[in-house]
């Protein structure tokens, strides 16, 4: 079982050291310089048919926040600060810089400037890393140590950056990955506490956040999740009575400010974790879907932070640069505020050739200057692909922006869409084929954009950096690029604004309540209220008041939705904030089901769901169908029942000896199975009884 999906945290040691004066000995040693204009692939011509891209305006995914982009930096990297680092960093966007570096701020002692048991590099104290965060017009993160500190320790650094020195150190995590203490048998994160259980990281979360804010009351605190999917989600440790994400979430939803995940999706190249950011959408879903669960009507205050990511293998290659876009993207677009690469330099690990040229696997955005075998890497700060890749975002969209739904007919294809303040509207398209120029045709919806040319950007193969191209160049994407287009509105924006951010009042297995503030400026006639599927916009209703009943909804569903104001001309104001909900199992019915997780593990698990007849009369037969929310979980294996599964669709039927249900509640059939799951394993939401739709308890 792979018990870890995150790269180990380095370290300088004798060899990485070594390494790094290497480069300069590589003549003489006859050692190959990585060049990043190495050879290049030869494109296939575009003989495909052309790529579908649908855009919609009317559907949005939310607002580009001001913390969205961001970077680790690390206190073992001597070059952290360097003013380079600035420049670049400020040049790509970044918004925000976290500190003082993954696991090692669970040794890190700020006062002191020491992390016992790892390595310090000279000139990364705090007050450095705020001279860069500020030169780069930056924001911090900060690791507050949990795993060898104290309430007190971490209580006092807010008091010396926010009321000593003003910084306005705004986000503060308690602890990085503290799961990795040795609770669940892995251990490389440091953790002093005799109890390492998730029930005592929450509660001295809630001892850090007390201290913390009685010093400065307008900070957030956030607190570390696992990221559902990824090990150990869904295992519950020694003594506990759930796993740690729900612990924990139990103990801090009424405290916590944020959330903390991180990704690292790994595979055998840069080419299938690209493919495996897919499995995003789904994990950050059932992290909401968890807040919810506890947090109650708090949970819309609950941000989610990714501050780690990465793909974890080829680092420094081309398709890593273009995970990089795609999962920023991907991340924000499901309801993450803040996401965090890592790292700024991180150092060489392996040698690979891919697509041309060599990659040294090092996680940093910016070169180390490092040498590992006979490869030696660029100088000092020469940005790696994954660079471009994030600094390719600054054509897409910025903070304070609007991204919206876009769809394309190609598995080869990501897409991506902002709606910018200026009215602009912007289309990022990543073709992740090797090997395939792609044609591609864009269709706008709830947008109008003038007949004057796109503006174009491209960064792929002979490109040196993110570059203005014509806008002929964006009917074929070159294989392993990203092309961004961005058009400008035939009309300007009706002098409606956006309705405020919409919320359920009411809901049951049929209908919703939902309402919203009223859209500042002008006089909007009445409120559309579109369900997002896919790129298409479904209108459900509309009002002329700022609420309205949804009904005829399947019991057990999940919708997605925003909120438009019209005005008297037609036009449509921008998108409200987008709002998922779900409905309810039926509180009355004639049967009941139990859907009950026995033991789980990061790739698959084992539940049992017990079937109740409520009905006057009996059952003798029966069949039970139902679906399952994530497209990653497929069913094994399963006993005391006739089991099926067709894609996500599961259908059960009695094995003949618990065929019989006594009505009334008399007696039970019982069945269990076993199943995998590829990334989130939320439990199914409606379960139908011989045609009848039960109550479901979970």
Known sequence: MLLTAHPP????????????????????????????????????????????????????????????FGVNTAIWDGSMNDPEVATLMGDAGIGVMRYPGGSYGDIYHWEDHTAPGGYVAPDTDFDAFMGTVRATGAQPIIIANYGTGTPEEAAEWVRYANITQGYGAKYWEIGNEIYGNGHYGAAWEADDHPDKSPREYARNVLAYADAMKAVDPTIEIGAVLTTPGDWPDGIVGPGDTADWNHTVLSMVADTVDFVIVHSYPGGASADEALDRAARLPGQLREVRRQIDRYAGDRSAEIGIALTEVNSNVQQTSRPNGLFAADVYMTA???????????????????????????????????????????????????????????????????????????????????????????????????????????????????????????????????????????????????????????VAPHHRDTSVEAPGAPEVTAVDSTTATLSWPAAPGGEPVRYEVYERLGATAQLLGSSTTTSLTLANLPPGSEHTVNVVARDADGRLSRPSEPLTFATTSPRDSTCEVTYRVDTSWSSGFVATVTLTNLADTQINGWSLDFSWPSAGQTLQSAWNARVTGDGRQVHVTDDGGNALLAPNGGSTATFGFVAANEGANPPPTAFRLNGTVCHTIT
């Open 9 to 68: 945290r380095p370290r300088r040691t004798a060899r990485g050291l070594a390494a790094l004066t290497a480069c300069a000995l590589a003549a003489v040693l006859g050692t190959t310089a990585l060049s990043p204009a190495a050879a290049e692939p030869t494109a296939e011509p575009a003989t495909e048919p052309a790529v579908e891209v649908s855009v919609n305006a009317t559907l949005g995914l939310g607002t580009i926040d001001e913390a969205a």
């Open 332 to 486: 924000l677009e499901n309801g993450v505020f803040n996401v965090d690469w890592w790292n700024t330099h991180n150092g060489p690990t392996q040698v690979n050739w891919v697509d041309g040229e060599f990659d040294t696997n090092d996680a940093g955005l910016l070169s180390s200057g490092g040498c590992i075998e006979d490869v030696c890497q660029p100088p000092l700060h020469t940005p790696f692909h994954p660079y471009y890749g994030i600094k390719s975002l600054t054509h897409l969209g910025q903070p304070g922006d609007t991204m919206v739904a876009a769809t394309s007919s190609s598995e080869e294809v990501s897409v991506h869409a902002v709606h910018q303040a200026d009215g602009e509207l912007s289309v990022m398209l990543i073709n992740k084929s090797p090997d395939q120029s792609l044609p591609v045709e864009l269709d706008y919806a709830g947008y109008t954009p003038t007949a004057e040319p796109a503006v174009v950007h491209r960064y792929g193969r002979g490109d040196t950096d993110v570059t203005r191209v014509t806008a002929a160049d964006a009917r074929v994407l070159p294989p392993y690029s990203i092309t961004t287009v961005t």
